[in-house]
């Protein structure tokens, strides 16, 4: 089996919906999805360099062909790969990648602390302390394009992460020098979960962890 890294994304788990419609798209082409829980050291108190520091470890525990990542977790793979901390450069696949949207997470985020947010693994809204949002203002891995070849994909009707903050990252990489063969997946129709989608998906993971 080939295994790819998949980072889920935020108020989610590795049994999210989208993980689990991939699988057995992608079992019969022999890729396995490794998804390490990113939800530490709890919900509540998240905290953006443990998330990192447990993505790191386990790309180099199992090297993967691979490294996907959806919203949040595209940012992770972004940090992963920045960080080198794969034994080799390995191709991304970002999946509603959370690109440029530290500002909007600020200026959203209700008042007080903790803050209600809905976790998708439980069905219903979790408390997390407000200290994690402000931390991701401050993170900046998509600033600079990844240095290997990436795939974003992203809907048009993204309703948490707006199409117009990607389209303006990715330009930004591609002014910069972005590596041969990546390529931006515009979906139209597409929400911010694109689970009526994970065909698209499995196709480009498939393809990545294809390549040579």
Known sequence: MRRVLYFHGFASSPASAKITAL??????????????????????????????????????????????????????????????????????????????????????????????????????????HRAFFDQMAHVTVDADPPPVRTVAIIGRNDESVPFECVAETWQRWTERGLASGSKLIPIDGGDHGLTAFVDVIAREIIEAAEAE
């Not at 992608?26 to 919900?43: A, C, K, Q, R």
């Open 23 to 128: 699988r057995p798209l992608l079992d019969p082409h022999g890729i396995e999805l490794d998804t390490p829980d990113l939800n530490v050291p709890s919900f509540e108190k998240l905290d953006w360099n443990a998330i990192v520091a447990k993505a790191m470890e386990a790309a180099r525990a199992n090297p993967p062909r691979a490294i996907a990542g959806s919203s949040l977790g595209a940012l992770v793979a972004l940090a992963v790969s920045h960080g080198g901390q794969a034994p080799s450069p390995v191709p991304l696949v970002l999946i509603a990648p959370a690109l440029g949207i530290a500002d909007r997470w600020r200026t959203k985020v209700p008042a007080g602390d903790p803050v209600m947010a809905f976790h998708h693994a439980l069905g219903r809204e979790a408390p997390i």
